[in-house]
């Protein structure tokens, strides 16, 4: 997991005021003597997240915190439920405070990368390996720190926020004639298991079962299978993960979307402590090269851990699956915590770090050539005042440790021109054939990674798999306007019914009209013709020609003025007729 350095070809660490180094010791990889390192101790930082509601719940509106953070990078552990016995203080670089939003001394996303994340940035874009782990119990911001919000600038964390800085910083490299290539990895350990999670984030260029050194798979429950991945080791080039994929970035957008593609297929589930639980450890990896810079040429390795938070197996309730990735999550984190004590006790000639695959992941993080920071996560609550006990004990050691950062004066020419040399010399003796076909495979993964040609053909396929993305939301909305356009034809056709019938409507309505003013225009005049009027014998030639209806509606006239007093036998009606003129 380091990057890839022949011997020889690293100059000493220059001094950071905010580290502390030590006199040149023992150096090199794992005890190995080099007279151009100069030791370094890890650095280390705590951020103490704030209460959450649940426990606001139980607590009440002024829960007493159990950590008190100094602003001289001292942390205070004290029981509130035992406020008689004195409290117990730790040392670290920062001391970062976030339980408390409305204080002065509130650190928040922006304040910790600057404290932290851009110092990582400097040094990596120098030439010097990096690597920044997340550490604490489950469910105290750990992957909030390390991813937050990317979509929010307020509250992107440290990974989007070192990302933006790498190719700012790079792009200033640019424009004073230097040139530079940055290639990311994002590996999961699930269960002491290995999982690329950019597997299939370029489907066009995965490898076929032929041309994986390692024929063997395994997957994880609900993915499709991909080349096995394993851990190697060189005395040179460092522990490197082989089958792992590489993919070019150059600008902040492409890694937001790689990650949110990791970020989906990595291991979260719901538990009893956190609604978001990570389930795994996962390592993002920054592969840079810079050339014809100020101070030469050099590649560096910058890694982000996001650990799995620490569970207590009596008080988080799991069971199933859920119980079975607890005891790997806190095997692997016990296995760390033995390196570490290994390593603080000087005796680095037998540091267990084989004993999981977490641990020989971070051995050259944490013993060779790295500048190391650890992150540790508290909460505030009285309920976890013991395992911020335990976390705060694991910080102390961890900032006991000593590593031995250099700078990676080389290109990737160098690195291949030096293991084919190695190749070529072991050929020439009785080597085992394991250990040869280990190196060829060593040197055909890197020489594919960094060739230009493959970079060309990632970034094609990356731009095919866009433009496929392209046309397809193209047929999408090609498709949603063809068939708007029919459902406005049809509509069209409704329209134009619709307005014939209203037509037919129109003309009934007008006939109907003219006959109701005939007939009222009738009706008033033989009105006329049954009060006797001077005027009733006037009559038109339209009245003439319908003499019948007439005298029906005048009879019917003058028996509706009938009074209802008169008996019914003595009714009589004396109707005065004009005489009828007879077409």
């Given at each position: 997991?380091?990057?890839?350095?022949?011997?020889?070809?690293?100059?000493?660490?220059?001094?950071?005021?905010?580290?502390?180094?030590v006199?040149?010791?023992?150096?090199?990889?794992?005890g190995?003597?080099?007279?151009?390192?100069?030791?370094?101790?890890?650095?280390?930082?705590?951020?103490?997240?704030?209460f959450?509601?649940?426990?606001?719940?139980?607590l009440?509106?002024a829960?007493?915190?159990?950590v008190?953070m100094k602003?001289?990078?001292?942390?205070?552990?004290?029981?509130?439920?035992?406020?008689?016995?004195?409290?117990?203080?730790?040392?670290c670089?920062?001391?970062?405070?976030?339980?408390?939003?409305?204080?002065?001394?509130?650190?928040?996303?922006?304040?910790?990368?600057?404290?932290?994340?851009?110092?990582?940035v400097?040094?990596?874009?120098?030439?010097?390996?990096?690597?920044?782990?997340?550490?604490?119990?489950?469910?105290?911001?750990?992957?909030?720190?390390?991813?937050?919000?990317?979509?929010s600038?307020?509250?992107?964390?440290l990974?989007?926020r070192?990302?933006e800085?790498?190719?700012?910083?790079?792009?200033?490299?640019?424009?004073?004639?230097?040139?530079?290539?940055?290639?990311?990895?994002?590996?999961?350990?699930?269960?002491?298991r290995?999982?690329d999670?950019?597997e299939?984030?370029?489907?066009?260029?995965?490898?076929?079962?032929?041309?994986?050194?390692?024929?063997?798979?395994?997957?994880?429950p609900?993915?499709?299978?991909?080349?096995?991945?394993?851990i190697?080791?060189h005395?040179?080039?460092?522990?490197?993960?082989?089958?792992?994929?590489?993919l070019?970035?150059?600008h902040?957008?492409?890694?937001?979307?790689?990650?949110?593609?990791?970020e989906?297929?990595k291991?979260?589930?719901?538990?009893?402590?956190?609604?978001?639980?990570?389930r795994s450890h996962?390592?993002?990896?920054?592969?840079?090269?810079?050339?014809?810079?100020?101070?030469?040429?050099?590649?560096?390795t910058?890694?982000?851990?996001?650990?799995?938070?620490r569970?207590?197996?009596q008080?988080?309730?799991?069971?199933?699956?859920?119980?079975?990735?607890?005891?790997?999550?806190?095997r692997?984190?016990?296995?760390?915590a033995?390196c570490?004590?290994a390593?603080?006790?000087?005796?680095r000639?037998?540091?267990p770090?084989r004993?999981s695959?977490?641990t020989?992941?971070?051995?050259?993080?944490?013993?060779?050539?790295?500048?190391t920071?650890?992150l540790?996560?508290?909460?505030?609550?009285?309920?976890?005042?013991?395992?911020?006990?335990?976390?705060?004990?694991?910080?102390?050691?961890?900032?006991?440790?000593?590593t031995?950062?250099?700078?990676?004066?080389?290109?990737?020419?160098?690195?291949?021109?030096h293991l084919?040399?190695?190749i070529?010399?072991?050929q020439?003796t009785?080597?085992?054939?394991?250990?040869i076909?280990?190196?060829?495979?060593?040197?055909?993964?890197f020489?594919?990674?960094?060739?230009?040609?493959h970079?060309?053909?990632l970034?094609g396929?990356?731009?095919?798999?866009r433009?496929?993305v392209?046309?397809g939301?193209?047929r999408?909305?090609?498709?949603?306007?063809?068939?708007?356009?029919?459902?406005l034809?049809?509509?069209?056709e409704?329209?134009?019914?619709?307005?014939?019938?209203?037509?037919k409507?129109?003309?009934?309505?007008?006939?109907?009209?003219?006959a109701?003013?005939s007939?009222?225009?009738?009706?008033?005049?033989?009105?006329?013709?049954?009060?006797?009027?001077?005027?009733s014998?006037?009559?038109?030639?339209?009245?003439?020609?319908?003499?019948?209806?007439?005298?029906?509606?005048?009879?019917g006239?003058a028996l509706?003025?009938?009074?209802p007093r008169?008996?019914?036998?003595?009714?009589?009606?004396?109707?005065?007729?004009?005489?009828?003129?007879?077409?």
């Amino acid at each position: 997991m380091s990057s890839f350095f022949p011997q020889g070809a690293q100059s000493r660490a220059d001094s950071s005021p905010r580290r502390r180094s030590v006199s040149p010791g023992k150096s090199g990889r794992h005890g190995e003597k080099s007279p151009r390192a100069s030791n370094e101790f890890v650095q280390t930082a705590v951020r103490l997240r704030p209460f959450l509601p649940n426990e606001l719940s139980k607590l009440g509106t002024a829960p007493v915190s159990c950590v008190e953070m100094k602003p001289n990078g001292h942390v205070v552990l004290s029981d509130p439920e035992k406020p008689q016995q004195p409290g117990r203080e730790f040392e670290c670089t920062f001391a970062f405070d976030s339980s408390r939003p409305k204080s002065d001394n509130y650190s928040d996303q922006r304040t910790i990368y600057n404290s932290v994340g851009a110092e990582m940035v400097m040094h990596g874009t120098t030439g010097f390996n990096c690597c920044l782990v997340a550490y604490g119990q489950t469910g105290t911001g750990k992957t909030h720190t390390v991813h937050g919000d990317w979509q929010s600038h307020e509250h992107r964390g440290l990974l989007p926020r070192i990302s933006e800085g790498l190719f700012q910083r790079l792009d200033q490299f640019r424009a004073e004639g230097a040139s530079w290539r940055v290639r990311i990895s994002y590996i999961e350990v699930y269960n002491d298991r290995l999982r690329d999670l950019l597997e299939h984030a370029v489907p066009s260029l995965s490898r076929s079962e032929n041309d994986s050194p390692s024929p063997r798979r395994h997957s994880k429950p609900g993915t499709a299978a991909g080349p096995r991945l394993e851990i190697r080791n060189h005395p040179a080039v460092g522990v490197y993960v082989e089958n792992l994929q590489e993919l070019p970035v150059e600008h902040l957008r492409d890694v937001a979307r790689l990650v949110s593609k990791g970020e989906k297929a990595k291991k979260v589930e719901r538990t009893t402590m956190n609604d978001r639980s990570s389930r795994s450890h996962t390592i993002f990896m920054f592969k840079v090269e810079v050339r014809n810079a100020s101070n030469g040429d050099h590649m560096s390795t910058m890694q982000v851990v996001d650990l799995a938070g620490r569970e207590n197996e009596q008080t988080s309730e799991c069971k199933g699956d859920r119980f079975r990735e607890l005891r790997h999550i806190n095997r692997s984190l016990f296995d760390l915590a033995s390196c570490i004590h290994a390593l603080c006790d000087g005796n680095r000639d037998h540091v267990p770090f084989r004993n999981s695959k977490l641990t020989m992941l971070l051995s050259d993080s944490l013993a060779s050539n790295s500048r190391t920071t650890l992150l540790a996560t508290l909460t505030p609550s009285s309920a976890g005042f013991d395992e911020n006990i335990l976390t705060c004990r694991f910080l102390e050691s961890t900032g006991r440790i000593t590593t031995q950062p250099v700078v990676n004066h080389f290109g990737a020419a160098e690195v291949q021109k030096h293991l084919q040399d190695e190749i070529a010399n072991l050929q020439s003796t009785l080597v085992e054939e394991a250990v040869i076909a280990s190196r060829q495979t060593l040197l055909k993964q890197f020489s594919e990674v960094w060739s230009d040609h493959h970079l060309q053909a990632l970034q094609g396929a990356q731009g095919d798999s866009r433009l496929t993305v392209v046309h397809g939301a193209c047929r999408q909305v090609s498709s949603s306007l063809q068939g708007a356009e029919e459902s406005l034809s049809q509509l069209e056709e409704r329209n134009h019914e619709a307005a014939k019938a209203l037509q037919k409507v129109g003309r009934k309505l007008a006939n109907v009209e003219k006959a109701i003013r005939s007939v009222q225009s009738r009706k008033a005049g033989y009105k006329g013709y049954a009060s006797g009027s001077p005027d009733s014998t006037a009559t038109t030639a339209g009245e003439d020609r319908v003499p019948g209806e007439a005298l029906r509606m005048s009879l019917g006239l003058a028996l509706s003025k009938r009074s209802p007093r008169q008996p019914k036998a003595e009714s009589s009606v004396r109707v005065t007729l004009p005489p009828l003129a007879l077409a």
